[in-house]
């Protein structure tokens, strides 16, 4: 089983982003998916969930971001919109366990991660 997240990279303040995280080994989708990010000595923290039609989103990117999910290619996107410095880190998709669809912010709560992808923003 395997998470593999992409689309990273350098922008500027305003500019867009998609992140991509393709799963292969078995499907997930009936997975609760989400994302989450970290920058160096802070704790990972949630970003988005998706969990069927359901999402939920942190406040700091709520109204920018926009999870999504092609279940016939097994891969949730992040779309980042009017990125800000503050959006730096390291980005990493998770899932949490089969048969399980409550959306968690907790990252203990997810089985499953993928390698990172880094997003960098620039002022």
């Known amino acids: 089983v395997q998470l593999q997240a992409c689309g990273g990279g350098l922008v500027q303040a305003g500019d867009s982003l998609r992140l991509s995280c393709a799963a292969s080994?078995?499907?997930?989708?009936?997975?609760?998916m989400g994302w989450f990010r970290q920058t160096p000595g802070k704790e990972r923290e949630f970003v988005a969930a998706?969990?069927?039609?359901?999402?939920t989103y942190a406040d700091s990117v709520k109204g920018r971001f926009t999870i999504s999910r092609d279940n016939a290619k097994n891969t949730v996107y992040l779309q980042m919109d009017s990125l800000k410095p503050e959006d730096t880190a390291v980005y990493y998709c998770?899932?949490?366990?089969?048969?399980?669809?409550?959306?968690?912010?907790?990252?203990?709560?997810?089985?499953?991660w993928g390698q990172g992808t880094q997003v960098t923003v620039s002022s």
């Open positions: 080994g078995r499907t997930f989708s009936s997975n609760v």
């Open positions: 998706v969990s069927g039609s359901s999402t």
């Open positions: 998770a899932a949490r366990a089969a048969a399980v669809t409550v959306i968690r912010r907790d990252r203990y709560a997810y089985a499953y």
